[in-house]
């Protein structure tokens, strides 16, 4: 990556560990599903990969399926057999928002927090036996926590079922499918520094889903078609990193956004930080600077040598009012005029003093 990258939320730079473990699989080749001895060797590489990638949930590898990404892994949670009713929080991410066109929303607070009032409101008084509610760990473009096990005691005791996408939780909290009472959780390989187009449907013990990509009997029949082996491998050393490394890289993550926005009062009085009053991860700071619209922030920003986005990346080319922050009930006059600042683990104290450079000729054309 050029310039100071700040842009991890929407994809991780790679970690060297997994990017070098990818290469040696890819050099190698074998197909996971033959019985000769390369195919054995494929077939034992990726299910000790399988078995670091449950880690992030505290979950058993047999229950991990592996998929093409968190995009997938929420279509196939959302497509659940049995599903009659589903609710989904208003901040959810798009990918889980359009497999449900339907569904029935949940809103936040203005804190962006889901309402927890409301959520127990739409499960009281009715059969929930096929009723599935969605509701993120982490959410994308403020960072904001969920309070997942309140969540999940309201959902456990409606009779409904549970699905977490956990993609921007996975290596900065704790992470137990168990504890957690969720049917199914969703991971994805290049949030946290491997390669894209690998992600993971995590099961609860004893849950079923119905494969959506038939042809073979792959991933217990829960998925067809030869596994990506190549990004299996590099997910689960991006994991086995993110899980070592976890407390001290998301503490110094911490101070260096926390200087960031403190700075920020200064070289940008005007700027707002959204989703701050509530639990927010480490890495994420969502901005907003009225009288400059996001999409103008975030071209500006670029030609600094700052690289932020502004809303979802699975939107980008399309930079309008963020739904988040409109459910939040923010005004469309910050809801259009905010970035998203992400920071990882190659960041440093350089990617935090250009940011505020840059950010700070910009707010001064407000």
Known sequence: MTG???????????????????????????????IHASGRKARG????????????????AEDVVLTS??????????????VTRVLLSDIEHPSVLEAAPMAQRVPVTPAGVVDLNALRALLTGQDNSGTLVAIMAVNNETGVIQPLVEVAGIVAEAG???????VQAAGRIDLDI????????????????GP?????????????????ILGGGQERRRRGGTENLVGAVGFAAAASEVLASRDDEQSRIAALRDRLETNLATEAPNAMILGQQAPRVANTSCIALPG??????????DLGGVQVSAGSACSSGKVAASHVLTAMGHPPEIAGTAIRVSLGWA???????AFLEAYGRLAAKA
């Open 4 to 34: 100071a990258y700040l842009d991890y939320n929407a994809t991780c730079i790679p970690r060297p560990a997994a990017a070098k473990a990818a290469a040696e699989v890819l050099a190698e080749g074998g197909n996971p599903s033959s």
């Open 45 to 60: 590489r990726l299910e000790s990969a399988r078995a670091e990638i449950a880690r992030l949930a505290n979950a058993r």
């Open 69 to 82: 990404g968190a995009t997938e892994a929420n279509t196939q949670a959302l497509s659940q057999p049995g």
């Open 160 to 166: 409904a079922r549970l699905h977490v996408d956990a």
């Open 178 to 193: 168990a504890s957690l009472g969720t049917a199914t959780l969703s991971l994805s390989g290049h949030k946290i520094g």
């Open 196 to 212: 894209t187009g690998v992600g993971a449907l995590v099961l609860a013990k004893g849950t079923t889903v119905s494969a959506m």
């Open 292 to 301: 400059i619209s996001a999409e103008r922030q975030v071209i500006a920003m």
């Open 347 to 353: 960041s440093g104290e350089a990617d935090v003093d």
